[in-house]
């Protein structure tokens, strides 16, 4: 059964770093994107970072390009998002997705009833 797991959120102050970390049970050739989203409390989904298994291209949205890097372990089935010089905009809850990264400039988004999508991990950042 495919799931997918998100560790390494918490309590940061601004300017700090996290470097979040999702596992995925299996890992077929059906997926060719590996990501991250982001909803921030009583706002809709926000795309943040995507790389293609395939071709290795990243996609980072305009509001963390230059602080967030995405990475990925292919023998470990695992994909990072390492966040640095974190804001208070960036608190949210993190999930970790199978979408392609087509998906990430649609505009519209939505994780319901797709399990391809991890249950997320909260980031806040605060003083």
């Known amino acids: 059964q495919l799931q997918l797991v998100e560790s390494g959120g918490g309590l940061v102050q601004p300017g700090g770093s996290l470097r979040l970390s999702c596992s995925v049970s299996?890992?077929?050739?059906?997926?060719?994107?590996i990501g991250w989203f982001r909803q921030a409390p009583g706002k809709a989904l926000e795309a943040v970072s995507c790389?293609?298994?395939?071709?290795?291209?990243?996609y980072y949205a305009d509001s963390v390009k230059g602080r967030f890097t995405i990475s990925r372990d292919n023998a470990k089935k695992m994909v990072f998002l390492q966040m640095n010089s974190l804001k208070p905009e960036d608190t949210a809850i993190y999930y970790c997705?199978?979408?392609?990264?087509?998906?990430?400039?649609?505009?519209?988004?939505?994780?319901?009833?797709?399990?391809?999508w991890g249950q997320g991990t909260l980031v806040t950042v605060s003083s």
């Open positions: 997705t199978l979408e392609p990264c087509t998906y990430y400039t649609g505009g519209h988004y939505s994780r319901a009833g797709k399990p391809y």
């Open positions: 299996e890992y077929s050739v059906g997926y060719s994107g």
């Open positions: 790389i293609d298994v395939n071709d290795q291209t990243t």
